[in-house]
């Protein structure tokens, strides 16, 4: 069993990660159902919970079916980061995680995210900041660091945990590589080995199979995994990696009914939290995630992105599920 302050999770769990646009309630929802042990909201400026701006507040929500559940916030200013963290520990979470690993330009020119991580002195005020202003479990996801040149994880780490921070996920880039390139593990691997570091360690990129996430478990030694763009149109991913861990063997890709109930599901609870004209605004940009690499998807695509209601969607449904029902896909 792992513990993060008094949470208790799975000997190994699998953790969905904060993402923009993309971590909102009905994706989480999905994610839990279909095995992720611990989530995180998007992420929320603490300039924005401050200044009670609408978007940030809105990202707050969370609800009981998906606990244990974290609210991930950012920011570059001690103050603020000090009084977000009350605003967010009156609606109840689990936890609070420290955003030190957002790449974006945007958050970085303002002295947060990953821009953080040139000055970890900043780094360790803004944590104690946090601790010293709830009584939750505060933790942190970052990066290796600003670049090649400027790798500092270990120090991170260690700074990190004398702070107060209860777990620490680490992406295994660095700033400068975006997303891009291969995420280097090995260094996860050196700060869970090392001796001074008793908080849990998770480990963060490129995991996108539940064969991988095996190869990496066993080799890099952390104590659970983050997934976040392999979950992206695929919930189906935890379960498949928890399966795998327990029997070797590999679950069966979900049917294109199945694809489709997915998307049923998303988008009724999308409407249940945004209204259903919004709620289905924003699900389009989940469609061609759910269907990727399945032939002639494009059609139905088009359909989909002009549908207003659930009535409309359900049409477009029924019509997609008639046709690969009748699908060869052998030829």
């Known amino acids: 069993m792992i513990k993060i302050g008094n949470i208790e999770l799975p000997e190994f769990p699998l953790l969905l990660a904060p993402m923009e646009d993309v971590s909102d309630p009905p994706f989480r929802k999905l994610c839990k159902m279909h095995g992720a042990d611990l989530m995180y909201s998007e992420f929320i400026s603490s300039e924005g919970l401050i200044r009670d701006a609408m978007k940030s507040m809105k990202k707050l929500d969370i609800f009981d079916y998906e606990r244990p ?3 991930q916030i950012f920011g570059g200013d001690e ?34 995210g990953a821009g953080v991580l040139k000055d970890i002195d900043l780094m360790i005020k803004l944590t104690k900041a946090v601790v010293n202003s709830t009584h939750l479990p505060v933790t942190v996801k970052t990066r290796l660091g600003w670049d090649t040149e400027s790798i500092n994880i270990m120090e991170v780490a260690e700074r990190l945990q004398e702070a107060g921070v209860k777990a620490l996920t680490i992406h295994a880039r660095t700033r400068a590589q975006m997303y891009k390139g291969e995420a280097d593990w090995n260094y996860i691997h050196a700060v869970k080995n090392n001796p001074n570091i008793e908080i849990p360690i998770f480990g963060n990129g490129d995991i996108d199979s539940a064969q991988k996430a095996w190869e990496y478990k ?5 104590d659970g995994i983050m997934i976040g763009r392999g979950a992206i149109g695929y ?3 935890f379960n498949e990696v928890k399966h795998f861990f327990k029997t070797g063997e590999l679950l069966p890709e979900p049917t294109i009914t199945e694809r489709l109930e997915a ?20 699900m389009r940009q989940h469609y061609s995630n759910y269907f990727r690499g399945i032939p002639h998807f494009k059609d139905f695509r088009r359909q989909f992105l002009e549908v207003f209601t659930l009535e409309e969607m359900d049409a477009v449904i029924a019509e997609a599920d008639a046709f690969y029902r ?3 896909f052998v030829n």
């Not at 066993?218 to 952390?222: L, T, W, Y």
């Not at 999308?270 to 209204?275: A, I, M």
Request: hydrophobic share 45%; net charge negative; with cysteine.
């Open 326 to 328: 009748n699908f060869d």
């Open 69 to 71: 559940v974290g609210i």
């Open 218 to 222: 066993n080799k890099f030694d952390c």
């Open 263 to 282: 998307v049923r599901q998303h988008a009724e609870w999308s409407k249940d939290w945004k209204g259903e004209r919004l709620g289905l605004i924003e």
């Open 79 to 112: 103050e603020a980061m000090s009084l977000s963290a009350k605003i967010v520990e009156a609606v109840n979470p689990d936890l609070v995680d420290i955003n030190f690993g957002c790449p974006v330009k945007k958050v970085v020119c303002k002295g947060a």
């Open 235 to 237: 919930p189906w991913i």
